[in-house]
Each structure stands twice: as structure tokens, then as C-alpha cells.
């Protein structure tokens, strides 16, 4: 069972990035998939969730209108469209797939916002 995101870079203030997080070993179709990032020295936090069927979608408010979750149940992939970003927004994003009794994490991937 494994959840590989990939995507994270530099980038300036006011560009975009796409992160992808594919899932292997499981079905991510059943799953709620989130999500989070870390900030150096700050605790990990939710950034964005989206329900199985993609009908239903949360975000913080740090991030509502400029990042987009979306999932592709058939490539086992969930994604995260990061637009207008900010220096603030420079984490370590990380995947996560959840349902009762069982919860994976990704490794995370790296987004620096610098110009």
C-alpha cells in the first residue's frame, strides 16, 4: 500500500503547481482524500478534502479560490491545483486517504514559493 505524491517545486509568487498523488496496493474509489501540508516549525494542517464520488469538497480558508482538489478514481489518482500562490503557502504538501479503520499518508512533496 503506498501513496506516492509528486508535482511539488519552486516556484515565484503568483505562479502554479500541480500535485499529483497516485495510490497503489488499494482503491482510492471508497476513500475520503485530503490534503495537508507542514510549514517548517508549524503543525501539520488540512488543506483541501474531497468525498469518494468527488461531490463534496472542503477547503481552508487560506486556500479557497486559488486551490482545486480533484480526483480521478480511475487512474487512482487524486489531485491539487495550485494557483496564485504565495509565499505562505511554501510546505511540505502531503496525500492522504481515509476510511473507517484505515488510514494512508504519502511521503510528501516539497513547494517553495520564492522569488
Known amino acids: 500500500v503506498q501513496l506516492v505524491e509528486s508535482g511539488g517545486g519552486l516556484v515565484q509568487p503568483g505562479g502554479s503547481l500541480r500535485l499529483s498523488c497516485v495510490a497503489s496496493g488499494f482503491t482510492i474509489s471508497s476513500y475520503v482524500m485530503s490534503w495537508y501540508r507542514q510549514a517548517p516549525g508549524k503543525e501539520r494542517e488540512l488543506v483541501a478534502t474531497i468525498i469518494s464520488t468527488g461531490a463534496s469538497l472542503n477547503y481552508a480558508d487560506s486556500v479557497k479560490g486559488r486551490f482545486t482538489i480533484s480526483r480521478d478514481n480511475t487512474k487512482n489518482t487524486v489531485y491539487l491545483q495550485m494557483n496564485s500562490l504565495k509565499p505562505e503557502d511554501t510546505a511540505v504538501y502531503y496525500c492522504?486517504?481515509?476510511?473507517?479503520?484505515?488510514?494512508?499518508w504519502g511521503q510528501g512533496t516539497q513547494v517553495t514559493v520564492s522569488s
Open positions: 492522504k486517504a481515509f476510511r473507517i479503520g484505515k488510514t494512508y
